[in-house]
C-alpha cells in the first residue's frame, strides 16, 4: 500500500523559512509528477507548484519568487523549501503523487503538515 507522508511544517514567524518533506513509500514503480498544494483557513485548496521526473518545475506566479521545489528520485522524495514566509502562507500543505504501483497509476494523497506563519 502506497503512503504520503509529510513533514516539517510548523510555526514559524514572519520572514523565516521552511521545508517540507513528502514522502511516499510501499510497492511503488515508478513516480511521475510531484506536486504540492495548500488549504488556507476558510479558502479552497490551491496549487503550488509541480516537478516532474526529470526535475522541471512549475511554480504559482505568487510564490515563485519565494517557494522552490526539488525532488529525490532515490529515495521517492519531494521538497518545498520556502522562504520569506509570510502570514498569507498560513495553511495545511499537502503533497500529491502520480505513481504507478502493482495496482496500476494513479494519484495520491497524503494527509498534510500544518504551517502557520504568525508573530
Known amino acids: 500500500q502506497v503512503q504520503l507522508v509529510e513533514s516539517g511544517g510548523g510555526l514559524v514567524q514572519p520572514g523565516g523559512s521552511l521545508r517540507l518533506s513528502c514522502a511516499a513509500s510501499g510497492d511503488i514503480l515508478r513516480i511521475y509528477d510531484m506536486a504540492w498544494y495548500r488549504q488556507a483557513p476558510g479558502k479552497q485548496r490551491e496549487l503550488v507548484g509541480s516537478?516532474?521526473?526529470?526535475?522541471?518545475?512549475n511554480l504559482a506566479d505568487a510564490v515563485k519568487d519565494r517557494f522552490t521545489i526539488s525532488r529525490d528520485n532515490a529515495n521517492n522524495t519531494a521538497y518545498l523549501q520556502i522562504n520569506n514566509l509570510k502570514p498569507e502562507d498560513t495553511g495545511v500543505y499537502s503533497c500529491?503523487?502520480?505513481?504507478?504501483?502493482?495496482?496500476?497509476?494513479?494519484?495520491?494523497w497524503g494527509q498534510g503538515t500544518q504551517v502557520t506563519v504568525s508573530s
Open positions: 500529491n503523487a502520480d505513481l504507478v504501483d502493482y495496482i496500476g497509476r494513479a494519484d495520491h
Open positions: 516537478i516532474s521526473r526529470a526535475g522541471s518545475t
